[in-house]
């Protein structure tokens, strides 16, 4: 995430990594074997990281200061 800095947005960030963790997981679905599931599954779980990582980054950073914490709570509570 530190790498990508400023050189992809971060609404597209999240857009992209939520789109591509439900890719992978609807292929997980129908993977034809254990190993191919299992390696679809680990893809999914870093994507999935990187999907909540990039997304608290974005409210973090636009959040107005008197706000942040509660906008956090909330997005937390979720």
Do not use: K
């Amino acid at each position: 995430m530190a790498a990508m800095g400023g050189r992809v947005p971060q609404p597209v960030l999240v857009l992209g990594s939520s789109l591509l963790f439900g890719l992978i997981l609807a292929g997980a679905a129908v993977a034809p074997g254990f190993w191919t599931a299992a390696v679809l599954f680990t893809l999914a779980g870093c994507v999935m990281a990187r999907t909540g990582i990039a997304a608290n980054n974005m409210l973090q950073t636009q959040a107005p200061a008197a706000l942040r914490g509660r906008a956090l709570g909330c997005e937390s509570f979720v």
